[in-house]
T-cell receptor, first 113, second 114 residues
Framework: EADIYQTPRYLVIGTGKKITLECSQT?????MYWYQQDPGMELHLIHY???????EKGDLSSESTVSRIRTEHFPLTLESARPSHTSQYLC????????????FGQGTRLTVV | AQSVSQHNHHVILSEAASLELGCNYS??????LFWYVQYPGQHLQLLLK??????LVKGIKGFEAEFIKSKFSFNLRKPSVQWSDTAEYFC????????????FGTGTQLKVEL
């Protein structure tokens, strides 16, 4: 079944650690996105990609980085985690085209202590 | 920059009551409009979408929404809610042709009581 997967679902990590949040989709979508959601707040776009080797920053400034070496894979990395990075991170993908819908993964809830 | 306002943050209804959740956006151009739902422990799912055409759109599970361009609104409605509709509902706006770089509202937590 075509889907979008995020791992881990939950992560508690110490300050200063490097972390990578994984996102993979089996839907063959070219476009992929990362959104960040603080508790009780809106989702904010932090990164997006329109295809392999394409990455752009979103509306919300983020210290994280992303890469897109393969179509199906769009990992997000924090080189040195801080408590301010505690949040939920949602990955999404969509087809190429003018008017399409986004499909979301289940999210990774990150806590930095 | 676009913004999306959802006026109701928490809504509690009894089963069979009617539902209307407000969504207003600020952007003068052509937009795509979405309502997403997140059931407890599950991922965001698309409830319904508007790209163009008939401003009254029907989605899954008996939900519908009406796009009123003059009011910059896209309110979600359901005539009779069920306990299983308990979830968080998000309104989102994207620029037409802008992919899915979406601007979301803060969400409305709906609780339906038996």
């Amino acid at each position: 079944e075509a889907d979008i997967y995020q791992t881990p679902r939950y992560l508690v990590i110490g300050t200063g650690k490097k972390i990578t949040l994984e996102c993979s989709q089996t839907m063959g979508h070219d476009k992929m996105y990362w959104y960040q959601q603080d508790p009780g707040m809106e989702l904010h776009l932090i990164h997006y990609s329109y295809g392999v080797n394409s990455t752009e920053k979103g509306d919300l400034s983020s210290e994280s980085t992303v890469s897109r070496i393969r179509t199906e894979h769009f990992p997000l990395t924090l080189e040195s985690a801080r408590p301010s990075h505690t949040s939920q991170y949602l990955c999404a993908s969509s087809e190429t085209g003018l008017n399409t819908e986004a499909f979301f993964g289940q999210g990774t809830r990150l806590t930095v202590v | 920059a676009q913004s999306v306002s959802q006026h109701n943050h928490h809504v509690i209804l009894s089963e069979a009551a009617s539902l209307e959740l407000g969504c207003n956006y600020s952007y003068g151009g052509t937009v795509n409009l979405f309502w997403y739902v997140q059931y407890p422990g599950q991922h965001l799912q698309l409830l319904l979408k508007y790209f163009s055409g008939d401003p009254l759109v029907k989605g899954i599970k008996g939900f519908e929404a009406e796009f009123i361009k003059s009011k910059f609104s896209f309110n979600l409605r359901k005539p009779s809610v069920q306990w299983s509709d308990t979830a968080e509902y998000f309104c989102a706006v994207g620029l037409t042709g802008g992919g899915n770089k979406l601007t979301f509202g803060t969400g409305t937590q709906l609780k339906v009581e038996l």
